[in-house]
T-cell receptor
Framework: GAVVSQHPSWVICKSGTSVKIECRSL??????MFWYRQFPKQSLMLMAT?????????EQGVEKDKFLINHASLTLSTLTVTSAHPEDSSFYIC?????????????FGPGTRLTVT | AQRVTQPEKLLSVFKGAPVELKCNYS??????LFWYVQYSRQRLQLLLR??SRESIKGFTADLNKGETSFHLKKPFAQEEDSAMYYC?????????????FGTGTRLTIIP
């Protein structure tokens, strides 16, 4: 089946620094990827839709200047948390659509745990 | 705006007993509904979607537009069913639409 990877799987950074998280579709091309955030024992909250070759679409309340998304190729989207603060500590999950065939299934990455100290 | 409600955060069921995880939604159009499952230390994965009308791992779910529900059911629970289950909604069936997730239900099967 289709596989989505994320790197790193976990990261600890100091307050004020920036962190980049990569999301890759390993065996398929994804024109659309999504970035979610999940707080402990809570549901996934969509942050933004990442579109290959164009600007990301952010959900209401998500700061686009703080969470920079780049989708430069059909297999890679990156999320950069700029000037991170402790309240940005969370579990970040990406997903990608495999439009090959007729399943139109969304595949999820394993997530990246960010801890800001 | 669309919304997905899973009223039970935790559900414990004895092995062999029937399981029902509740999901209700609100959306003015015709939604596409999904159930996703997350086993311990694994990533989120699709369990089933209403347009497929299929049974996966013994689970079924029927979309009831009158009651705006999409409850997940299994007649006989197995220990390997213990996991976190999320109900999700998409406003199109073209595949690249964003998902709105419920808060999830943690299912524990008691041996």
């Amino acid at each position: 089946g289709a596989v989505v990877s994320q790197h790193p799987s976990w990261v600890i950074c100091k307050s004020g620094t920036s962190v980049k998280i990569e999301c890759r579709s390993l065996d398929f091309q994804a024109t659309t990827m999504f970035w979610y955030r999940q707080f402990p024992k809570q549901s996934l909250m969509l942050m933004a839709t990442s579109n290959e070759g164009s600007k990301a679409t952010y959900e209401q309340g998500v700061e686009k200047d703080k969470f920079l998304i780049n989708h430069a190729s059909l297999t890679l989207s990156t999320l950069t948390v700029t000037s991170a603060h402790p309240e940005d500590s969370s579990f970040y999950i990406c997903s990608a659509f495999n439009l090959a065939g007729s399943s139109y299934e969304q595949y999820f990455g394993p997530g990246t745990r960010l801890t800001v100290t | 705006a669309q919304r997905v409600t899973q009223p039970e955060k935790l559900l414990s069921v004895f092995k062999g007993a029937p399981v029902e995880l509740k999901c209700n939604y609100s959306y003015s159009g015709s939604p596409e509904l999904f159930w996703y499952v997350q086993y311990s230390r694994q990533r989120l994965q699709l369990l089933l979607r209403h347009i497929s009308r299929e049974s996966i791992k013994g689970f079924t779910a029927d979309l009831n537009k009158g009651e705006t529900s999409f409850h997940l059911k299994k007649p006989f629970a197995q220990e390997e069913d213990s996991a976190m289950y999320y109900c999700a909604l998409s406003t199109t069936n073209f595949g690249n639409e964003k998902l709105t997730f419920g808060t999830g239900t943690r299912l524990t099967i008691i041996p």
